[in-house]
C-alpha cells in the first residue's frame, strides 16, 4: 500500500548514520509496514542498507542478523550437532506468508512487530535468543526474546532503538525441540502455537499465538502433567490472559494449548525413560 505520509527514505551505510527523526520508523523487508497504513510515520530508516551479515558462528554462540530474511535462515547450514535445526522450518512454515513474504521478511522485523502469531518469536524464545538491541546514545543493551515482547504490538522498545541481532546459545541448538500448531483453517494464522526445549539441562516450554505475549515454563527436568497443569493456571488461569482476535477464541487456545503442553510433556519424559527418540517433533493440525 502507498504511505502517502511519508517524506523520508534513508539508507544508512554506518552505524553513524542510524538516526531518527520524531516519525521516523526501522525498515526491515517492509512486508508488514507496506501492508497497512501508518498514521504518524513520516519516515523510514532502512536497516537492510547496513549489511549485517546474516549469520555469525562464535565459539557458544550462534548470532541471527535482525535483517536476516526467513529464507536466508532457512538456507543456513547448521553443524551437526544443532539437532534443534528442524524448528527453524517448522516455524517458517507457520507463519501465514508465502515464500515471497519469506524472501522479504526479517526476523528482526517479525519480532518487532509484535503480533501474537510472531513464529520467529516463538524460534528465538524457545531456543533461549537474547536481542543486542542498540540505543541511540551509541550504546547497547541485551534482552531475552519473552522480554522483549511484552504484549500485542508492544515492545520494551524506546523510539530510535533498533534490534542489532539475536544471539542463540549453542547448548540450545543441541537440545531436543518439539512444535504444535493449530489454526482455524489450513492456512491460517496460528491460534496456538506451543514449543519445547529438553536436554539434561531441564525442560522448557513456550506458548505463543494464543496469548498476547510469548510465556516460558521452565522446569530443571521433565515435569508431571500434574505440574504442567498447575504452571498454566498459575500463569495462565483467567480467560483475559489468552488472545482473542478471529483466529481463536481464548476458551478454544487455552484448550489446545494444555493439549500441546501435555503432548510435548510426553514426548519429553518418554524420551527420557527411552533415549536415542527424534530430535525435532513436529504436529500440525
Ligand atoms: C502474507 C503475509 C502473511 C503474514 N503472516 C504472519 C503470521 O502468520 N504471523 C505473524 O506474526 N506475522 C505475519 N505477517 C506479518 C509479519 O510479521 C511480517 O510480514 C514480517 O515478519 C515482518 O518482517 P519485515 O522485515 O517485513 O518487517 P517490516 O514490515 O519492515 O517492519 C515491521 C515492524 O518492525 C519494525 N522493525 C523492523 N525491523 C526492526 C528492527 N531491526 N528493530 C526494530 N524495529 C524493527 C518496523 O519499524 C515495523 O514497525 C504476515 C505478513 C504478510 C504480508
Same mark, same amino acid.
Given at each position: 500500500? !502507498?504511505?502517502?505520509?511519508?517524506?523520508?527514505?534513508?539508507?544508512?551505510?554506518?552505524?553513524?548514520?542510524?538516526?531518527?527523526?520524531?516519525?521516523?520508523?526501522?525498515?526491515?523487508?517492509?512486508?508488514?509496514?507496506?501492508?497497512?497504513?501508518?498514521?504518524?510515520?513520516?519516515?523510514?530508516?532502512?536497516?537492510?542498507?547496513?549489511?549485517?551479515?546474516?549469520?555469525?558462528?562464535?565459539?557458544?554462540?550462534?548470532?541471527?542478523?535482525?535483517?536476516?530474511?526467513?529464507?536466508?535462515?532457512?538456507?543456513?547450514?547448521? !553443524?551437526?550437532?544443532?539437532? #534443534?535445526?528442524?524448528?527453524?522450518?517448522?516455524?517458517?512454515?507457520?507463519?501465514?506468508?508465502?515464500?515471497?513474504?519469506?524472501?522479504?521478511?526479517?526476523?528482526?522485523?517479525?519480532?518487532?512487530?509484535?503480533?501474537?502469531?510472531?513464529?520467529?518469536?516463538?524460534?528465538?524464545?524457545?531456543? !533461549?535468543?537474547?536481542?543486542?538491541?542498540?540505543?541511540?546514545?551509541?550504546?547497547?543493551?541485551?534482552?531475552?526474546?519473552?522480554?522483549?515482547?511484552?504484549?500485542?504490538?508492544?515492545?520494551?522498545?524506546?523510539?530510535?532503538?533498533?534490534?542489532? #541481532?539475536?544471539?542463540?546459545?549453542?547448548?540450545?541448538?543441541?537440545?531436543?525441540?518439539?512444535?504444535?500448531?493449530?489454526?482455524?483453517?489450513?492456512?491460517?494464522?496460528?491460534?496456538?502455537?506451543?514449543?519445547?526445549?529438553?536436554?539434561?539441562?531441564?525442560?522448557?516450554?513456550?506458548?505463543?499465538?494464543?496469548?498476547?505475549?510469548?510465556?516460558?515454563?521452565?522446569?530443571?527436568?521433565?515435569?508431571?502433567?500434574?505440574?504442567?497443569? #498447575?504452571?498454566?493456571?498459575?500463569?495462565?488461569?483467567?480467560?483475559?490472559?489468552?488472545?482473542?482476535?478471529?483466529?481463536?477464541?481464548?476458551?478454544?487456545?487455552?484448550?489446545?494449548?494444555?493439549?500441546?503442553?501435555?503432548?510435548?510433556?510426553?514426548? #519429553?519424559?518418554?524420551?527420557?525413560?527411552?533415549?536415542?527418540?527424534?530430535?525435532?517433533?513436529?504436529?500440525?493440525?
Amino acid at each position: 500500500m !502507498d504511505l502517502v505520509s511519508v517524506r523520508t527514505v534513508r539508507t544508512p551505510s554506518h552505524r553513524d548514520d542510524l538516526v531518527f527523526a520524531p516519525g521516523d520508523r526501522p525498515l526491515g523487508g517492509g512486508t508488514w509496514l507496506f501492508s497497512e497504513e501508518q498514521p504518524g510515520l513520516t519516515g523510514l530508516v532502512d536497516l537492510t542498507t547496513l549489511g549485517w551479515p546474516d549469520v555469525e558462528r562464535t565459539p557458544g554462540t550462534l548470532t541471527i542478523a535482525a535483517t536476516c530474511t526467513i529464507a536466508a535462515l532457512l538456507r543456513v547450514q547448521p !553443524d551437526p550437532d544443532w539437532v #534443534a535445526w528442524p524448528l527453524v522450518d517448522r516455524c517458517a512454515n507457520a507463519l501465514l506468508a508465502s515464500f515471497k513474504v519469506w524472501n522479504a521478511a526479517t526476523v528482526g522485523g517479525n519480532v518487532a512487530v509484535g503480533l501474537p502469531a510472531g513464529a520467529m518469536t516463538a524460534l528465538l524464545v524457545t531456543l !533461549d535468543a537474547t536481542a543486542v538491541v542498540w540505543t541511540p546514545d551509541g550504546g547497547e543493551r541485551r534482552v531475552p526474546v519473552d522480554r522483549l515482547v511484552l504484549g500485542v504490538q508492544t515492545l520494551d522498545l524506546r523510539h530510535g532503538e533498533v534490534i542489532r #541481532a539475536f544471539e542463540l546459545p549453542e547448548e540450545a541448538l543441541r537440545a531436543t525441540t518439539g512444535f504444535r500448531r493449530v489454526s482455524l483453517s489450513p492456512h491460517g494464522r496460528s491460534g496456538s502455537l506451543v514449543t519445547a526445549r529438553w536436554s539434561a539441562a531441564g525442560f522448557v516450554l513456550v506458548v505463543t499465538a494464543a496469548t498476547p505475549r510469548p510465556v516460558v515454563f521452565r522446569w530443571s527436568s521433565v515435569p508431571s502433567a500434574g505440574e504442567v497443569d #498447575a504452571a498454566l493456571d498459575a500463569v495462565l488461569g483467567a480467560d483475559e490472559d489468552w488472545y482473542d482476535d478471529p483466529h481463536g477464541s481464548p476458551r478454544w487456545r487455552r484448550a489446545v494449548s494444555s493439549v500441546f503442553a501435555h503432548e510435548l510433556r510426553d514426548e #519429553a519424559a518418554e524420551a527420557a525413560a527411552a533415549p536415542g527418540t527424534p530430535a525435532t517433533t513436529a504436529g500440525t493440525r
